[in-house]
Structure formats: structure tokens, C-alpha cells
């Protein structure tokens, strides 16, 4: 691989670096969201940019209000619109005229039998997911193994606004830094072109 294509592979490298901090960015006030990672390989084929999900859980944040569930070590799951299953860490969520407990993207919580779990006003959900109406238990949500429940708290993005920021000068300053070096590498490339062109003529 020459100094053109390594130089080149470095400024996409950089824009893809630059994407994802950005992406993580505009979902800082998103909740549940957890921010991107970006990793860089070199190999002959140049280099490389992949994503992991961080982690570290978000900041909790109090709501008070009983239907809106954060999930600690783990997630509930929901009936989305399209009636597949899928696992939340943080959504709030309302009674519908059936008294299923959906979210804001009509998504219906369901209980450890995969049936959808419906409620009272009044009814109350535990740390082990129990769901109270009276005192008395009703339902039982499905929660991923080890997971716990805070009731009337959103889990916030684990975002850090400085942090990203940093990145994305980083990753501005590194493409700066390959596309100046491609444009070296090109003017020595067409010096050196010229100069055996002089020397044979």
C-alpha cells in the first residue's frame, strides 16, 4: 500500500470517526441512549473503522410518575407497532383505552408469559418487576435475567457532550492532517515525475 491510499483510508477513517461522534451528539438528550465507540485497525487493506455500544448505563433521572420504568442490569420487553418483541432499558408509558400500559411509539409492555400487561391507575410496579393494583399483584413483567426495575425514573443518555466534542475536533483535525499529507505525497509524486521526464528529454 503507498502513501496516497494509506493517506486516503486515514481521511475516511476520520470521517467515519467524525459521523459517529456526531451521531452520538444529536442523541445526548435521548433517553436510554448509549453512545457509539468508534475503533480504527490498519491492515494491508488499509484502515478500517468499526462501532461498539458503550456499556455504562446512563444517568437515572427522577419522574415520579409510576409508569415510567428504567431497567437496571438489563431490560423489560415490549410489543413494538410491527408486534415484535424487543428489550428496553427506559420508557414511559400511559394506559390506553384498554389499560395496556403502551409507550410514546405504541409499543405494549409485556408480562413473563408474553401476554400484554394491563392496568389500573392506581397500580404500582416493583424492583422485580411485580405489577400491584390495590396491594394485590396482577401481573409480572418480562424482564432479560438479572435485571431490576426503578419505577418513576427515565434513564437518560450516557452521552457526555465535552467528551464527544473533543472527539469530533479530533477527528476534523486528523482528516485535516492525512489530506495535507496526501496533497505532499501527490506534489513529491508529480515533482518526481517531472524531473525523470528532464532527465531522459
Not at 16 to 34: D, E, K
Not at 120 to 147: C, K
Amino acid at each position: 500500500m503507498d502513501g496516497i491510499d494509506l493517506m486516503a483510508g486515514a481521511m475516511h477513517a476520520a470521517q467515519a470517526r467524525l459521523g459517529i461522534s456526531a451521531a452520538n451528539l444529536a442523541n445526548v438528550s435521548s433517553a436510554g441512549f448509549r453512545r457509539r465507540i468508534a475503533h480504527a485497525t490498519l491492515s494491508s487493506r488499509g484502515l478500517s473503522v468499526w462501532t461498539t455500544v458503550a456499556g455504562e448505563q446512563g444517568p437515572l433521572e427522577r419522574t415520579g410518575r409510576a409508569f415510567d420504568l428504567s431497567a437496571i442490569g438489563g431490560g423489560f420487553v415490549v410489543r413494538d407497532a410491527h408486534g415484535r418483541a424487543v428489550i428496553q432499558r427506559s420508557a414511559s408509558f400511559t394506559l390506553d383505552a384498554n389499560r395496556r400500559l403502551v409507550d410514546e411509539r405504541g409499543g405494549a409492555l409485556l408480562d413473563a408469559r408474553g401476554n400484554l400487561v394491563r392496568a389500573t391507575p392506581d397500580a404500582t410496579i416493583d424492583a422485580l418487576g411485580v405489577v400491584r393494583s390495590n396491594g394485590e399483584p396482577i401481573a409480572r413483567l418480562r424482564l432479560t435475567p438479572g435485571a431490576s426495575i426503578e419505577s418513576g425514573f427515565l434513564e437518560r443518555s450516557n452521552v457526555d457532550a465535552v467528551h464527544e466534542m473533543v472527539d469530533v475536533l479530533a477527528a476534523q483535525r486528523a482528516f485535516e492532517t492525512a489530506e495535507k499529507t496526501l496533497s505532499a505525497v501527490d506534489e513529491t509524486r508529480a515533482k518526481d515525475v517531472n524531473d525523470v521526464a528532464r532527465v531522459k528529454g
